[in-house]
T-cell receptor, first 113, second 113 residues
Framework: RKEVEQDPGPFNVPEGATVAFNCTYSNSASQSFFWYRQDCRKEPKLLMSVYSSGNEDGRFTAQLNRASQYISLLIRDSKLSDSATYLCVVNMRGYNQGGKLIFGQGTELSVKP | DTEVTQTPKHLVMGMTNKKSLKCEQHMGHRAMYWYKQKAKKPPELMFVYSYEKLSINESVPSRFSPECPNSSLLNLHLHALQPEDSALYLC????????????FGSGTRLTVV
């Protein structure tokens, strides 16, 4: 079983649609959780951290369920510029200082006019 | 300065060559990382440095040799690479172990011929 698993993609949606990404992780000792976005041939960039209480940033809402080891990302009113690969990321804390980020395989999103 | 700078951006090397990838940050981060990313795959952790000491080596072949000369610099020395080592090599830094404040460089795209 992979340490971080995401929905297989790609997702092709029209502008204005609501899109949901799901992710599960296997290590219950995982410390922190993130969604990253990666554009084609670019580096991953942090989209948002994910907290147990749930958190929202504009059109983006992230949820974490530690009991189910489940993370989600909801994008409302999707824009053409949201087209990218979305990566679910879990920090398996290293035995010393220095986080150990484990990436899910990513889900490609394509928003069409 | 909130950037991680990687050089070179592109590198083509033969299997008998020796080359080095360089990474620099001036954010005062004490943890630095090397990741490898193949096309259509997520980044995979290679090495973690914390306070200039190697804290994680993810069973990386010895033809990859990391070095952290000081808290701002991270090198990856390459020797006798194989064509399958062709990939995007990403450097990152973070404030500490929890994974927050993780910043990626734009990467070095390496081709081994």
């Amino acid at each position: 079983r992979k340490e971080v698993e995401q929905d297989p993609g790609p997702f092709n949606v029209p502008e204005g649609a609501t899109v949901a990404f799901n992710c599960t992780y296997s290590n219950s000792a995982s410390q922190s959780f993130f969604w990253y976005r990666q554009d084609c041939r670019k580096e991953p960039k942090l989209l948002m951290s994910v907290y147990s209480s749930g958190n929202e940033d504009g059109r983006f809402t992230a949820q974490l369920n530690r009991a189910s080891q489940y993370i989600s990302l909801l994008i409302r009113d999707s824009k053409l510029s949201d087209s990218a690969t979305y990566l679910c990321v879990v920090n398996m804390r290293g035995y010393n200082q220095g986080g150990k980020l484990i990436f899910g395989q990513g889900t490609e999103l394509s928003v069409k006019p | 300065d909130t950037e991680v700078t990687q050089t070179p951006k592109h590198l083509v090397m033969g299997m008998t060559n020796k080359k080095s990838l360089k990474c620099e940050q001036h954010m005062g981060h004490r943890a630095m990382y090397w990741y490898k990313q193949k096309a259509k795959k997520p980044p995979e952790l290679m090495f973690v440095y914390s306070y200039e000491k190697l804290s994680i080596n993810e069973s990386v072949p010895s033809r990859f040799s990391p070095e952290c000369p000081n808290s701002s610099l991270l090198n990856l020395h390459l020797h006798a690479l194989q064509p399958e080592d062709s990939a995007l090599y990403l450097c990152a830094s973070s404030q500490g172990a929890a994974g927050y404040g993780y910043t990626f460089g734009s990467g070095t795209r390496l081709t081994v011929v």
